[in-house]
């Protein structure tokens, strides 16, 4: 591939609902550009993008894939990405190195809920775009009815610029309303317009026209005049409407017979922006490749044989393989290896990447997923990625010894390659965590490690982290007695334990009066506390909100010890909170759920079951609602699938820790009874 500057890069990304054909559509513009000899297909795993062992495997995608071709003179760095939810940050890097989007609907399924969410995230990032309505080959395409519901949710802008010629089993091209010529089957062969579809096309293009006139006022004026519009206007005035997010040019298509592709081919390459008229905001740089370099960091892959690869968006500047550069966010030297122009896995090594254009480099030190990379002494930090936050958490153990040897370092590998995921150590229950945006995506990861750091590891629901606290008071004493041939062991303990308010953890209080226990022995006193801190009497969870007074001993000149007393007062405590009236606490968190107002009673519904209290309904605007309530984590270890299944995939939620609180009557035993079989299974 030769060297553009950057006014002839378009830097698009592909993103829509799950199974829309984003994937055979983008595999279609390759074929058509000559970039692929053959045209691959999503179903037998073949296609450029969809390369990953986990895609091929599961016949989706999962990760954003660069694949570039040339057009009309034109390098178009397409960006593919998933469109199932539980994969959306990779759909937010692509979005990021973007300067327009094309959204993907099925002819047939029409507007989904990934197709709302995908415009909403085009909208943060004020970013053009086309939509493409593909599929017009499939049962039940519908090209007029999936237009209404396009400009029903987003409005009139949303305007065709081409029309299906047939659908379904009759579909066999297209209609291009600015130049009004018909372009049939695979080739797309230059016709007249169909005579059926004359009157159509016409009323259509008034349509067009009219909104590509009402993004200029020159043009207004002379349409409103009853003149013509040239062309050349027309072509010119629809470029300018989609740059300032006036115009939402409609094209149609089929990925799958290669039908409307070169079409779209065209589109992207005349009206879509360059890097240099971008109106996405690249932090205020100017797209100059002389200017000062500026570079970020969109997407990485970690890889145990070639390292970790980066993917990088230059904004401005000229990058160079073999140079060094200085990464701004975390203020260490960088040395730049070769850089590749990137075809899915496929790497061609090229000198330079001018600004605008998009390539990765191998083996970065210090450089991770949104990092900005530009010169020491003129150092700028790009704006990074907005990443959502995990909803799913799965507990993960490693299956051998070796898996336990290698476990640490390959999570912070993989974290590395996907920043939605995170991995923690929960020190209550002695659980390593992995959570990510969903089941999927969790499952997906944990193949992923197996496959890329051959770490095997069992995956569980977490644990609850309950603890365990008193209610009452009590009074305890214990005498530890022992005696052996020579020097005995002798403590005697009295402690006093009362409940301290939620959140205080644990006090200890020297109440000794007239040196009954020695001095040197208080300290280790406290110690056998803490130790029997760490497993209740109820069900062996830690103890909290608790004071201990020690109120009384006795030691002995010869055979007291410090590990006496520490003796004497863990079990001191273990008896006298069987007498405090001890109570299982769970952990309650606040949950906030933003859903259509539609879904607000099936979410009240949801969240009575959980044993949730409803703090209150905040509309939010654009049709949705906010709901604010309490639940016990143990009702919510799941709630990203179940909401998911509720809403449809229309709502979101977050989630924080709030407080304990006792656990009923009820739900504590069937917790206790659990707790004593597990203890009895492994006794």
């Known amino acids: 591939m030769k060297e553009y500057g950057t006014a002839e890069i378009r830097n698009v990304v592909l993103v829509g609902h799950g199974s829309v054909g984003k994937t055979q559509f983008s595999e279609a513009m390759l074929f058509k550009a000559g970039a692929v000899s053959r045209l691959g297909r999503v179903e037998d795993g073949t296609t450029a993008s969809d390369f990953d062992p986990d895609e091929v495997k599961r016949k989706i995608s999962v990760n954003l894939s660069l694949i570039p071709c040339e057009w009309s003179g034109r390098k178009l760095n397409i960006l593919d990405t998933p469109g199932y939810a539980d994969f959306v940050g990779e759909v937010k890097c692509g979005m990021r190195a973007a300067d327009a989007a094309i959204i993907v609907v099925c ?10 969410q995908v415009w909403s995230y085009a909208d943060e990032r004020n970013l053009p775009r086309l939509i493409v309505i593909n599929r017009m080959d499939r049962e039940n395409a519908d090209f ?8 029903s949710l987003f409005g009139h802008k949303c305007v065709p610029l081409h029309l299906p010629i047939g659908s379904q089993a009759t579909f066999s091209g297209i209609v291009d309303l600015l130049t009004m010529k018909a372009y049939v089957g695979e080739n797309g062969e230059e016709q007249a317009i169909p005579s059926d579809l004359e009157g159509v096309a016409q009323e259509q293009r008034e349509k067009l026209v009219e909104v590509i006139a009402e993004s200029d006022d020159a043009l207004i004026n002379k349409y409103l005049e009853g003149e013509e519009l040239t062309l050349e206007e027309l072509q010119t005035g629809i470029r300018a409407g989609v740059l300032s997010g006036g115009v939402v040019p409609v094209l149609t298509g089929s990925g799958a017979k290669a039908m409307g592709v070169a079409n779209l081919l065209d589109a992207i390459a005349e009206i879509l922006p360059s890097p240099i008229d971008s109106p996405t905001g690249s932090d205020g740089l100017s797209a100059d490749p002389k200017g000062a370099l500026a570079a970020l960091a969109f997407k990485t892959t970690a890889d145990p044989y070639v390292g970790r690869l980066n993917y990088l968006r230059v904004y401005s500047g000229t990058l160079a393989s073999d140079s060094q550069v200085w990464n701004a966010n975390r203020e260490r ?17 090229v000198p330079q990447l001018l600004a605008g254009d998009i390539g990765a480099v191998a083996k970065l030190a210090e450089t991770h997923t949104g990092d900005t990379l530009c010169l020491h002494e003129k150092a700028v930090i790009l704006s990074g990625i907005d990443f959502p936050e995990p909803a799913y958490s799965a507990a993960v153990y490693p299956k051998t010894k070796a898996d336990l040897d290698k476990m640490s370092g390959s999570l912070t590998r993989m974290v590395e390659e996907d920043p939605t995921l995170r991995v923690a150590r929960n020190a209550d229950t002695a659980e390593t965590i992995v959570s990510g945006l969903g089941e999927s995506h969790v499952q997906v990861s944990i193949e992923k490690l197996a496959r890329k750091f051959s770490l095997e590891l069992n995956v569980a629901v977490p644990k609850v982290p309950y603890k365990e606290t008193v209610i009452g008071s009590a009074i305890s004493e214990y005498i530890h007695k022992k005696q052996t041939g020579g020097h005995g062991q002798y403590a005697r303990v009295a402690i006093e334990i009362q409940p301290l308010p939620r959140g205080e953890g644990f ?10 226990v020695p001095r040197q022995y208080i300290p280790s006193v406290e110690k056998g506390v803490i130790e029997g801190l760490h497993e209740g009497v109820l069900a062996g969870f830690p103890v909290t909100d608790i004071k201990v007074r020690l109120v009384d001993g006795k030691d002995h000149p ?11 007062g863990a079990m001191a405590f273990k008896k006298g909170a069987q007498d405090a009236r001890p109570v299982l606490l769970e952990p309650i968190v606040d949950l906030k759920i933003t859903v259509p107002d539609s879904y607000t009673g099936d979410i009240i519904s949801d969240l009575n079951g959980r044993r949730a209290r409803v703090h209150g309904m905040i509309p939010a605007g654009n049709g949705h609602t906010v709901i604010e309530a309490q639940v016990p984590l143990a009702e919510t270890q799941r709630y990203a699938t179940d909401l998911r299944s509720i809403t449809q995939g229309r709502g979101s939620f977050s989630m924080g820790f709030s407080h304990y609180e006792e656990v009923p009557q009820q739900q504590a035993q069937r917790v206790i009874d659990e707790a004593q079989r597990a203890e009895a299974q492994r006794a």
């Not at 007029?144 to 400009?151: A, E």
């Not at 030297?333 to 090594?349: F, S």
Request: aromatic residues 8%; without cysteine.
């Open 107 to 116: 002819g047939s399924s029409g507007v989904q809920v990934g197709t709302e």
């Open 507 to 516: 006090q200890f209080e020297d109440k000794i009066v007239g040196g009954v």
């Open 333 to 349: 030297a960088e040395r730049i290896g070769q850089l590749y122009h990137m075809r899915g896995k496929n790497q061609e090594a």
């Open 144 to 151: 007029f009815q999936t237009l209404s519901q396009l400009q």
């Open 558 to 568: 010869v055979d007291s010890s410090d590990i006496a007393f520490k003796i004497a």
